[in-house]
């Protein structure tokens, strides 16, 4: 066992939990005589379950079979809690498909095996990822995790309201055919694009930050760390993060807090027609490219311009059979384009793992280009490999997913940040935007506060760090 006895125990104090992860291994599907049985839990249900699953039957059916390897393949809720949990009672599985979030976390109080020589053994380096992503498995220069399927945020918007509003637009020097290009233009847009009822409600925003998923990455587009990557101290107070947290009060300060309360009141679920975008009631969001399938799914007209969906692929150009567009969100700072920020979901090898080298072999077939591109068109989301086939970027189902492609690869990419205590900053800073957003808060003294309170959580995994390190647990 790698974790230091207080982790263990406060893991342990969780009976019925270990209880419910003791007993998913009971009533198991058989794997054929003579194979090794892998033991793969994931989060993922519905749609997303069944891509990976065609990825796994592909797998039994090929490389397993030759290496006589079976994966069993099963959903788990909670992956995260109860993963952890059996690692702490000695029994996990062999594979854990988790968060980005959770990869430094688990590398630091050794829930994970490093991945460093299997990676290197099966071809897998540096130079086969892009950067952003390489960088966001790893911790303290060793390899905890390879992607399953990553995903990169981006400007979406809708190009109907952009040209109804074109008069306006044109009129503040701000062009209807293009995204803005600065963050400024990109305010401007918004406020042209808001619209009030005659009793002075909002129906429909240019934008609204709490809206989006990723108001704790804002930092990025500022200019911030968010995270120092040498680290992972918290870096929440920076002047660049209080930049940011300004502009989010902005918004509100300009919509009004009570009208802007009312009106996120008011909108529909996000896997709904009634997603505010859809609905006309809110025109640029940032999202990722699996963004398509929710149109696809709640509002396919919005894809269907000039033919059915299904004819899309008549067209020489897709995006002109699309109401929705996409660009690189703007940056805040002078020359810094195409900022990004990309997430994805890792696989890792839990510490205690019965069949870590058959494990890594799916982990592997996962990540051949082949497959990571046939995974990542069934989940609509870009690939994480530095090198992508035309036929992937021209049969995705996303038109726009070269965008997505390309501003991973940039300069001003970044990933999670690669701190321990991610998750609860991550949960800080959501409960700092809503402060500085609904009450009358100065966002510096609200930044320092929130500084304050993971500096020090940070400081007590640090300890825990330390004394794994004094005791010569790897």
């Known amino acids: 066992m790698r974790i230091i006895k207080p982790v263990v125990y406060a893991l342990l104090g969780l009976t019925a939990g270990i209880f419910l992860v003791l ?16 033991e793969y839990w994931e989060k993922w249900n519905g749609p997303e379950f069944l891509g990976m699953k065609a990825i796994v039957d592909d797998f039994n059916n090929t490389v397993g079979r030759e290496k006589k390897i079976f994966v069993r393949y099963m959903s788990m809720s909670e992956i995260d809690r109860k993963t952890l949990m059996s690692v702490a009672a000695g029994v996990p599985p062999d594979i854990a498909g988790i968060w980005d979030q959770q990869v430094a976390q688990y590398a630091a109080i050794g829930a994970a095996e490093p991945l460093d ?63 803005p290009r600065t963050l400024e233009e990109f305010d401007r847009y918004s406020e042209i694009l808001d619209k009030r009822g005659a009793d002075g409600n909002i129906e429909r925003a240019g934008y609204i930050p709490l809206q989006s998923w990723y108001v704790p990455q804002l930092g990025y587009w500022f200019g911030a760390e968010i995270a120092d990557q040498a680290t992972g101290r918290p870096e929440l107070d920076s002047p660049e993060m209080v930049r ?40 640029m969001d940032q999202q ?49 384009e195409m900022v990004s920020y990309n997430s994805f979901d890792g696989l890792i090898i839990p510490t205690g793992a019965r069949h870590p080298k058959e494990a890594f072999e799916f982990i592997a ?6 497959v990571s591109e046939k995974l990542n068109i069934l989940h609509c989301k870009n690939c994480q490999l530095r090198h992508v086939s035309a036929d992937f970027l021209a049969h995705h189902p996303n038109p726009y997913i070269a965008i997505f492609q390309e501003l991973a690869a940039g300069p001003n990419a970044h990933c999670v940040p690669v701190s321990p205590i991610w998750a609860e900053m991550y949960q800080e800073m959501i409960d700092t935007s809503q402060a500085v957003s609904l009450e009358p808060v100065d966002p510096a003294e609200a930044m320092h506060k929130a500084q304050a309170r993971m500096m020090e959580r940070y400081e007590r995994v640090n300890r825990i760090e330390q004394e794994r390190e004094r005791l010569g647990i790897n």
């Open 117 to 179: 020589d299997l990676a290197k053994a099966h071809g897998i380096t540096k130079d086969y990822y892009l950067p952003v992503f390489w960088d966001g498995c790893s911790y303290h220069g060793h390899l905890y995790a390879l992607v399953s399927t990553p995903g990169t945020v981006a400007l979406i918007y809708n190009k109907q309201i952009y040209e109804e509003c074109s008069g306006a637009l044109r009129a503040a020097g701000l062009d209807p055919d293009r995204t």
């Open 365 to 370: 077939y996962v990540n051949r280009q082949d």
């Open 23 to 38: 007993g998913s291994r009971q009533n198991k599907s058989d794997a054929p005589a003579g194979f090794t049985m892998v």
């Open 244 to 283: 940011a947290f300004t502009w989010v009060q902005g918004y509100a300060k300009r919509l009004g807090e009570r009208s802007l309360n009312d009106f996120k009141n008011s909108l529909g679920n996000f896997d709904s027609p009634q997603n505010p975008f859809l609905e006309g009631k809110e025109v």
């Open 288 to 336: 990722g490219p699996w963004m398509a399938n929710y149109i696809r799914n709640n509002k396919p007209e919005f894809s269907e311009v000039l033919v059915p969906l299904d004819r899309q692929w008549e067209l020489k150009d897709r995006r002109a059979n699309c109401v929705w567009g996409v660009g690189p969100f703007p940056s805040a700072v002078a020359g810094k």
